[in-house]
């Protein structure tokens, strides 16, 4: 953020400090010769006498360049899922009976392991989702500014209706502008009232498509695994609307979703990648972390050589744990690797020991 100072700035310009302080007082702005100018202010000067300032690049910004995509490099990707919804109203429940008879379709008896993140495969193309619990990663995800769920599934208890952690639910996915597909579970039950909740929704904009409105609700009792087909359908319908994409031919890029150490494996991370392709041998930094993927496995236990969009996989081969909602970058080398996670971590004990020592960091760092 900050520049060169004012005495830099004059002997660079050509002029005496003192006469440097006087210009610059013109302009209104009182310093002193040691003073670090902000780039507004070194560039409004520079221009007065016919100079260009140049912002260098930070650290971060020279490490993890990234081009904007091309259209024509552009592939479809699938969709990345959260569920969402009050306490007892059968998120867990509905990923049991997603992954159940998933697994019963495709591989008979293979066990999925948790990796905090799994995928589903449909005829018409496969989903993905977020099995940590819902919403405390979403808020720590978001909180952290990563963007991972493409939709978010609003799981509501037909008997019980829209309750506080409904509405909170709603509105973090309200305002991350993810859009909500909402399921009215345990239908079941006698004490069911659908028409009831669609009504409690419509208070919140969430009006179903049969009344006039644009949101998608799916009727299922997640414990008699009814419905289930009906829902992953309807996901993929409403990410087709979405289109998204991503470019599978250039390093990749995604978020920790979980991580954690492992006794035996030392620290393994689940890592959603967004974009890119993640291979065996990839150099990259996570967070305050950095390291070389030893070996990747997928939902089904599998180890895998690369990892295209829209795949969760856990990473073996980091320095250290990184935190859910750290963002993953494959970089260059593994200089760039250890310069940019060595640097996060001065970073973090400057911020953790208090504001004055963070004073010359990005100086020190400048060198590297
Ligand atoms: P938390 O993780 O505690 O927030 O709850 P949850 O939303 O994950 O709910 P969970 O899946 O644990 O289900 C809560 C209770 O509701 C359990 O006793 C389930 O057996 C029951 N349940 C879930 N789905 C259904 C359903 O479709 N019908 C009926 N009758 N019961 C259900
Ligand atoms: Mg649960």
Redesign the pocket.
Do not use: R, Y
């Given at each position: 953020e900050e520049g060169a100072t004012v005495g830099i700035l004059a002997s660079e310009l050509g002029f005496k400090g003192t006469e440097m302080i006087m210009h610059l007082m013109k302009l209104g702005v009182m310093a002193s010769i040691n003073q670090r100018l902000d780039y507004e202010t070194l560039q409004a000067i520079s221009n007065q006498f016919g100079f260009e300032a140049v912002r260098k690049l930070t650290l971060e910004e020279q490490i993890l360049q990234d081009e904007p995509d091309d259209a024509t490099n552009l592939l479809s990707r699938s969709p990345v899922i959260t569920i969402m919804?009050?306490?007892?109203?059968?998120?867990?429940?509905?990923?049991?009976a997603i992954r159940q008879s998933n697994v019963m379709d495709t591989e008979a008896g293979q066990i999925t392991q948790h990796i905090g993140a799994y995928h589903v495969e449909l005829e018409s193309g496969s989903v993905v989702f977020l099995d940590t619990?819902g919403?405390a990663a979403f808020t720590a995800m978001r909180a952290r500014g990563a963007q991972v769920t493409d939709i978010v599934v609003l799981?509501v208890?037909a008997d019980d209706g829209v309750m506080p952690?409904t509405v909170e639910a709603l509105n973090h996915a309200k305002a991350a502008g993810v859009p909500i597909l909402v399921v009215l579970?345990?239908?079941?039950?006698e004490s069911a009232r659908p028409d009831h909740v669609k009504r409690q929704l419509a208070e919140y904009d969430l009006v179903p498509e049969e009344w006039g409105g644009q949101t998608i609700f799916v009727e299922?009792?997640?414990?008699?695994r009814?419905g289930i087909e009906e829902l992953l359908e309807m996901l993929l319908l409403e990410a087709e609307l979405l289109e998204l994409s991503a470019n599978p031919n250039k390093p990749a890029r995604g978020t920790v979703a979980e991580a954690k150490l492992d006794k035996g494996r030392g620290p393994v991370a689940t890592v959603l990648v967004q974009n890119g392709t993640l291979r065996v041998g990839d150099v990259f930094v996570a967070g305050r972390y950095n390291g070389k993927v030893r070996a990747m496995i997928n939902d089904r236990g599998h180890h895998v050589k690369n990892a295209p969009p829209s795949t969760p996989v856990e990473v073996l081969g980091f320095t250290g744990v990184p935190e859910a909602g750290d963002q993953f970058f494959v970089v260059g080398s593994e200089r760039d690797a250890k310069a940019l996670s060595e640097f996060r971590q001065a970073q973090h004990r400057a911020t953790q020991l208090g504001p004055q020592s963070r004073v010359s960091l990005e100086e020190l760092f400048q060198q590297i």
């Open positions: 919804g009050h306490v007892d109203h059968g998120k867990t429940s509905l990923l049991d619990p919403h799981v208890a952690q579970n345990k239908m079941d039950v299922i009792s997640a414990k008699e009814i």
